[in-house]
């Protein structure tokens, strides 16, 4: 059979105290999402299915996960550095700016479940076509190819959001969170801006980008409730969450 | 400023609404105020559909959300508010509140007739937007829950495929 996580040996697995986040009790410890599509794998990771003991009438099944590895993905980063909300859960709609391929996005859209939706906004065309591969196999991701930079082109696509999550690593990107929001995300609804600090100002020392970076959020309606070091899965990043508040 | 009527662009077709509660535009900013526009009950009364044209088909949808992004006023969306907004007589002009300025420029070019505001020129007019964004689904009652957002799915296929197809900056397309 497959070699590595898992394989052969007896996993537990556990939830996270996010909803929609699992823990993987191995050998080693993982950070798991449920498998949306079981079977298949996104882009390579490690699947590990567990058996359900049969309950009753009902007989025994299986349920597949998937290995979120926060190497690749800010979010599970995040989590493992301890983030306090995430403001994902199942049934959450996730406007998603920056999806690259959608490796990240396709764990978000297991968190969310099918009663939830991400908005998965890409605008390398590159990119933009894994991103619609992937789209294609879950229906609760809607794919947007487009400059988050300009929502309005893409108003017809969204609805309204519980969670904006940006990963843009532009130097104007608090704007274009702050545009975002103000469009489509409801107040009091979550706001999660991954900063790359040599992004926005390579200049300047990493906390000092990151102070300013939230006070630019804070300006635009966004009252910023944590901020934590993507340390050690990333160099000089910052996680910072907030809420909207709308009326500044 | 008031505003009288709101355009609404979703993918299942466009909608006009006629506000018939003026909000507070003093107040607009406190809480009190932008609660009652996530609820359902208090903004079901601010805002009543006065038409609503939906897409014919995918293709068409397609069209209209190509013309939408670039702030072009599309055949159909002309016809559909030729038909909802009220004729403007002499005293009267008649103000529509639009999500975005470049599509304003272009319904005020064919209809001088009309005062648009955007949501960027009122912040009334951006909290009534909002406000149909999030009550969309129940205050179009002929809809059934989620066909919105099975519109939403198809077009968004379609048009994200489109874009990465006709690009104008080919230097993303490399040809491995």
């Not at chain 2, 009950?41 to 949808?61: R, S, Y």
């Not at chain 2, 002929?142 to 690009?167: E, T």
Request: glycine letters at 10%.
């Amino acid at each position: 059979g497959r070699g590595g996580a898992g394989a052969g040996a007896k996993v537990i697995i556990e939830p996270h105290r996010h909803p929609g986040v699992f823990v993987a009790r191995g050998k080693e410890d993982l950070l798991v999402t449920k498998n949306l599509t079981p079977g298949e794998s996104v882009y390579g990771e490690k699947r590990i299915s567990v058996s359900n003991p049969q309950v009753g009438e009902e007989a025994a099944t299986s349920t597949e996960y998937r290995v979120w590895n926060p190497f690749r993905s800010k979010i599970a980063a995040g989590i493992l550095g301890g983030i306090d909300e995430i403001y994902i859960k199942p049934g959450s709609k996730v406007l998603y700016l920056g999806a690259a391929s959608g490796t990240s996005v396709s764990h978000v859209a297991d968190v969310v479940g099918p009663e939830g939706t991400v908005y998965a906004v890409e605008f390398s065309h590159r990119s933009g076509r894994d991103l619609i591969n992937m789209a294609t196999h879950r229906t609760n991701v809607i794919p947007i190819v487009e400059d988050a930079r300009h929502p309005l082109k893409y108003r017809m696509l969204v609805g309204m959001v519980d969670c904006v999550f940006a990963d843009v690593a532009q130097p104007d990107q608090a704007r274009i969170v702050i545009l975002n929001a103000q469009n489509f995300l409801k107040v009091g609804g979550g706001v999660l801006v991954s900063i790359k600090a040599n992004c926005i100002d390579s200049t300047a020392a990493p906390e000092a980008v990151f102070a300013s970076e939230v006070n630019k959020l804070r300006e635009g309606g966004i009252k910023p409730k944590e901020q934590l070091t993507l340390e050690p899965f990333e160099r000089d990043h910052a996680m910072v969450a907030g809420i909207y508040q709308r009326s500044t | 400023m008031s505003v009288d009527y709101l355009l609404h662009e979703s993918a299942l077709g466009y909608a006009i609404f006629k506000v018939v509660a003026q909000p507070d535009t003093i107040g607009n900013r406190l809480k009190e105020v932008q609660a009652a526009t996530q609820d359902l009950d208090k903004f079901g009364k601010m805002v009543d559909l006065v038409g609503l044209a939906p897409f014919e088909g995918t293709e068409a949808a397609l069209q209209e959300i190509n013309s939408i992004s670039e702030g072009i006023l599309s055949d159909f969306l002309k016809a559909t508010l030729e038909t909802n907004l009220p004729k403007a007589g002499k005293k009267k002009t008649v103000t529509l509140g639009v999500t975005e300025k470049n599509l304003a420029g272009s319904i005020r070019a064919v209809f001088p007739q009309l005062s648009c505001e955007t949501a960027e020129t009122s912040e009334v007019v951006a909290d009534l937007l909002r406000g149909l964004r999030q009550h969309n689904q129940k205050l179009i009652k002929k809809l059934q829950p989620g066909d919105i957002d099975r519109s939403i799915l198809g077009l968004a296929h379609r048009y994200s495929r489109g874009n990465v197809k006709f690009s104008v900056h080919k230097n993303d397309n490399h040809i491995i």
